[in-house]
Structures are given as structure tokens and as C-alpha cells.
């Protein structure tokens, strides 16, 4: 079955970066695009990032550009996350989620890692 | 990318029905066909009940179904159990790559 399994997240501070790793097993990997997913404490689930299958493409919320970058290895079946000038708001459960192909949705879910900003 | 608008909170009692609204605009949910909806339960993966605004994934009870109105998307979960107590989301496509987020309604079983 699907697995998905995130890593990475912990407590930096502002200004800081920090790279999410998500391992992935239960599929074919290369075949299915991937996103991020954040909750922040007490809020709604918020779409971050998606990356096509290749790798080639690459999508962000309007409001996280040029500090996040998404990425993935095919060979090792990972996709990560690489956060940059982290501020307190990013603090928040991230999650990495396979795309439901073909239907602009998501199906299957991480369990999700803790990025706490704080100084 | 604004968030979608859900009520904050619905409630229901068991065997009874409640639907959760989603609205957003002619640039995503009334754009495209491609509504989902997710429930999660605190601590747990959010789960996928709904894609394509109302075809239900293998292992979804037949109590859950979609449906959408211009801009507006709708989640009814008829026969209310206590198991359905959980927060749920609604998601569109955004076009351009790009997807959106329900800000999330809370239903309670009473």
C-alpha cells in the first residue's frame, strides 16, 4: 500500500532554513506527481508546493515564492521540501501527499512533520 | 489564492443529515470540475472522501456525496454516525498547477 513517510521538520529559528524530506514506497513513484500540504497550529490545511513527475515542473503558493523550493530523486523515491528565511508563520505540520492523477486531487497522505520558528 | 469559504462549524445528530458549503469563485471551484473533499481527524493523515466534485473513491461510505452550484460546492453526509465527528476540507483546482484549501469545518456529532 501507499506509504509515505516525511522527515526533517524540527525548531529553527527566523531567518533560517530547513529541508523536508518525504520517502516514498507503494506505488511507482515516477509516474505520480507530489505535493506539500501545511497545517499551521489551529488553522486549515494550506497547499504549498507541487512537482511533476519528471521533476521538470514546479508550483508554488503565490505566497511562499522564492522561499520554498520543491525537488525530488526517482531513484531513491524522495521528494523534498527546502524551506528558506523561515518567518513564525511557517510554523506548521507539513505534509507530503501523492497526487490523485488525473483528478486534480490528492489521495493518499504523509503522517506529517513539525516545523516549529521560533527564537 | 484565497482560501475557499467553509462554516467554521456544523453539527448533526446521529442518523440525521448535514451539508457543508464550500464557496469560492468563477477562477477555481466554479472553473473546473475538480472538487475534493478531505476528512481529518486530529493527529491522523486527512483522508480523501470526494474527488471531481462528487465521485466517491473505493472504501467511501455511500453517506458522503458531492455536488456544485456555480461557485459554490457542497459536502452532505446523510445518516450521521459518531465515526464522522472530524474536520473536513474542501480543495479545488485553482488552474495553472496551482490548488486551494477550504479554511475547514469543524461537524460535530451530537
Known amino acids: 500500500q501507499v506509504q509515505l513517510v516525511e522527515s526533517g521538520g524540527g525548531v529553527v529559528q527566523p531567518g533560517g532554513s530547513l529541508r523536508l524530506s518525504c520517502a516514498a514506497s507503494?506505488?511507482?513513484?515516477?509516474?505520480?506527481?507530489m505535493h506539500w500540504v501545511r497545517q499551521a497550529p489551529g488553522k486549515g490545511l494550506e497547499w504549498v508546493a507541487f512537482?511533476?513527475?519528471?521533476?521538470?515542473?514546479?508550483y508554488f503558493a503565490d505566497s511562499l515564492k522564492g522561499r520554498f523550493n520543491i525537488s525530488r530523486d526517482n531513484i531513491k523515491k524522495t521528494v523534498s521540501l527546502q524551506m528558506n528565511s523561515l518567518r513564525t508563520d511557517d510554523t506548521a505540520v507539513y505534509y507530503c501527499?501523492?497526487?490523485?492523477?488525473?483528478?486534480?486531487?490528492?489521495?493518499?497522505w504523509g503522517q506529517g512533520t513539525l516545523v516549529t520558528v521560533s527564537s | 489564492q484565497s482560501a475557499l469559504t467553509q462554516p467554521r462549524s456544523v453539527s448533526g445528530s446521529p442518523g440525521q443529515s448535514v451539508t457543508i458549503s464550500c464557496t469560492g469563485t468563477?477562477?477555481?471551484?466554479?472553473?473546473?470540475?475538480?472538487v475534493s473533499w478531505y476528512q481529518h481527524h486530529p493527529g491522523k493523515a486527512p483522508k480523501l472522501m470526494i474527488s471531481?466534485?462528487?465521485e466517491r473513491p473505493s472504501g467511501v461510505p455511500d453517506r458522503f456525496s458531492g455536488s456544485k452550484s456555480d461557485n459554490t460546492a457542497s459536502l452532505t453526509i446523510s445518516g450521521l454516525q459518531a465515526e464522522d465527528e472530524a474536520d473536513y476540507y474542501c480543495?479545488?483546482?485553482?488552474?495553472?498547477?496551482?490548488?486551494?484549501f477550504g479554511g475547514g469545518t469543524k461537524l460535530t456529532v451530537l
Open positions: 501527499a501523492k497526487d490523485f492523477s488525473g483528478h486534480y486531487a490528492i489521495d493518499s
Open positions: 507503494g506505488f511507482a513513484f515516477s509516474s505520480c506527481n
Open positions: 512537482i511533476w513527475y519528471d521533476g521538470d515542473d514546479k
Open positions: 468563477s477562477s477555481d471551484v466554479g472553473g473546473y470540475d475538480y
Open positions: 471531481d466534485v462528487s
Open positions: 480543495y479545488s483546482y485553482a488552474g495553472s498547477n496551482t490548488w486551494v
